[in-house]
């Protein structure tokens, strides 16, 4: 890949910095940005203010084993204690903790307690994501108009199916199609299997109570080849970087794909520091970059720009990108920007000992769970404690070694029990739906500025009444299917983590259908600022209680799909 990718001298005075379309970030969303606006013929620049990453050669640890790590992959706990914010992610480890942001290499205020995960490098978060891609359906892009909650979706369901599906169809999930109305069934391969407790979870499920349903997790993990891709070996190795392209990733699939036309100009080390809006032109021109080593800026200039930076540093861009026009921030018209902010509530967890099947077993690490979609206020289910619903990631599986808490960790004896199989055992965790609220918002620092002369975000953003009702719910509905499928020893649990650790960041520039209560149109595109799009977790209305990833793909693929259609009519 590096011999195919442009790199721009940031001192070189010469060259023309000029593109038909700028994207500013190269993960989920940037990176199909990227791809659709490369294969639509147009030249573009991708910018990503981390370090360049090489599918294959620059995933150091991917064929590495347990033993071979200093501390078998357990981080010291002098990094812990320097890190606290990224040690509590559950991927970081010494195998991934080079694709992870240390705390004090961006650091941000906490005005309450919020754990911002980043990844600073070509392809950003798309290499340690879950891999989870469920559909949104109608039952999450009408509920803000239904319940008087934000602001009205400008989308229906049925504009963004063929996008789901058009990005499906290359990104590569696996899947089943279940038939279910609230995560609508999509383009699959073969799905993956469920162990055989979760088989008979299932049935315990499906027999006791009405409209719950456990499926195996649609995910983006290739259970055959796929366009010169994959299949998953099942190492469940996968935030390490994947060197079969056994997942979906900017570097694995939608960079390649956009380098392949020959229109990709990547220049990794640039931090955006604002986007340039001309108010004779009444349009963005360009965009100043500082390069991340120098500390130089510099200027580039194109017809389109795409912000993919990632929720919160979208937010911090376009608050920074100040003029005359938009003293608050570009587009800010309607006072929103930075408002809204969203993350999924993972607090709840819940889990009980299985016995029997103990003449089983299951192949491989499979990289991926069990989901039980969401069955709260859908269909007869109306709930008077809470708005909106939860689903669960459930897993089941046997425990490595048949010992327990009285056996002595060493000798003859404890080293054979490691090598027999352990009991089965099962847990659930909620995923819960966060309300999008005025209150919970990020600003930029009047005083603090990072390394390379930005501002500093300040995090105001909690959990409040309704997220905390719907966890009762969630630890309590679980523990209940435990009981009647006849697991024993059931434990609840409430982590207590603050937002930003489920990682699904969102809001702060979001969609609507007015000017004066959102950032950007149906089409992820600006209100005020017609040739401006934003199409990662910034955009979003609401959060729903489906993992986002894929909703964002699809958004992309879309917006670019009509912002070239409006180029070409000369609309922008």
């Known amino acids: ?12 005075t010469n060259q023309t910095n000029k593109f038909d379309a700028i994207v500013i970030g190269s993960g989920m969303s940037g990176g199909w940005a990227a791809k ?3 294969e639509k013929g147009l030249k573009t620049l991708v910018l990503e203010r981390g370090r360049n990453v090489e599918h294959v050669k620059d995933y150091p640890t991917a064929m590495l084993e347990p033993w071979q790590f200093p501390h078998r992959l357990e981080m010291p706990n002098k990094i812990r204690e320097e890190n606290p914010i990224v040690s509590r992610c559950y991927a970081f480890d010494e195998s991934t903790e080079h694709f992870f942001v240390k705390d004090q290499e961006h650091p941000y205020v906490q005005i309450k307690p919020f754990d911002w995960i980043r990844g600073y490098q070509v392809g950003g978060k798309s290499l340690m994501w879950a891999r989870w891609t469920q559909r949104w359906s109608n039952l ?5 108009a239904k319940e008087g909650i934000g602001t009205d979706w400008p989308i229906r369901y049925e504009d963004i199916a063929p996008w789901y599906s058009y990005v499906e169809k290359f990104a590569g999930i696996s899947g089943n199609k279940d038939g279910l109305a609230q995560v609508p069934d999509g383009e699959f391969l073969p799905p993956m299997d469920m162990t055989c407790v979760e088989n008979y979870f299932k049935e315990q499920i499906e027999s006791n109570f009405k409209n719950r349903n456990l499926i195996i997790s649609r995910t983006a993990n290739l259970t055959q080849a796929h366009l010169g891709r994959g299949p998953c070996q099942y190492r469940d190795r996968c935030s390490r970087g994947c060197p079969f392209g056994g997942y979906f990733s900017s570097n694995s699939a939608t960079l390649p794909a956009a380098i392949a036309t020959g229109n990709l100009t990547l220049r990794p080390f640039s931090v955006v520091h604002s986007i340039i809006y001309d108010e004779d032109k009444a349009r963005a021109t360009g965009v100043r970059v500082i390069d991340a080593e120098t500390k130089e800026m510099q200027e580039f200039f194109a017809d389109v720009i795409f912000v993919n930076a990632g929720t919160l540093n979208t937010a911090l861009i376009l608050m920074n990108s100040t003029s005359d026009r938009f003293p608050n921030g570009l587009g800010n018209d309607s006072g929103t920007l930075g408002h809204y902010l969203m993350d999924h509530n993972y607090r709840g967890r819940i889990s009980a000992e299985v016995e029997g099947f103990t003449d089983k077993y299951y192949y491989g690490r499979r990289p991926t769970g069990t989901y039980l979609p969401r069955f709260r206020n859908f269909g007869s289910d109306v709930q008077d404690s809470f708005l909106r619903g939860y689903a669960y990631s459930v897993f089941a599986g046997r425990s490595r070694g048949n010992t327990d808490l009285s056996d002595q960790p060493f000798g003859a004896d404890f080293k054979e029990k490691l090598t027999e199989l352990g009991p089965w055992g099962i847990s659930m965790q909620g995923m819960g739906e966060h309300l999008p609220d005025f209150d919970n918002h990020v600003r930029l620092s009047k005083d603090k500025k ?13 959990y409040k009444n309704n997220e905390l009702s719907m966890l009762e719910d969630i630890l309590e509905s679980g523990a209940e299917m435990l009981d009647k499928a006849g697991f024993k020893n059931i434990t609840k649990s409430d982590s207590k983590e603050s937002p930003g650790l489920g990682i699904h960041e969102m809001g702060t520039a979001r969609m609507g259908k007015d000017p004066k209560s959102s950032i950007l149109n149906g089409h992820n595109q600006m209100h005020e600022v017609k040739n401006v799009f934003v199409t990662d977790g910034a955009c979003m209305a609401s959060s729903a209680c489906q993992n986002p990833s894929i909703t964002y793909m699809a958004l992309t693929a879309r917006a670019v799909d009509y912002a070239v259609s409006e180029m070409k009519k000369q609309n922008i």
Do not use: Q, R, T, V
């Not at 999450?140 to 803000?144: K, L, Q, T, V």
């Open 1 to 12: 890949m590096e011999e195919d990718i442009k790199h721009i001298n940031i001192s070189s």
């Open 36 to 38: 659709e606006l490369c």
């Open 140 to 144: 999450d892009f009408e509920a803000n």
């Open 450 to 462: 990072d390394e390379w002369g930005m501002p500093i975000l300040e995090i105001d953003c909690e």
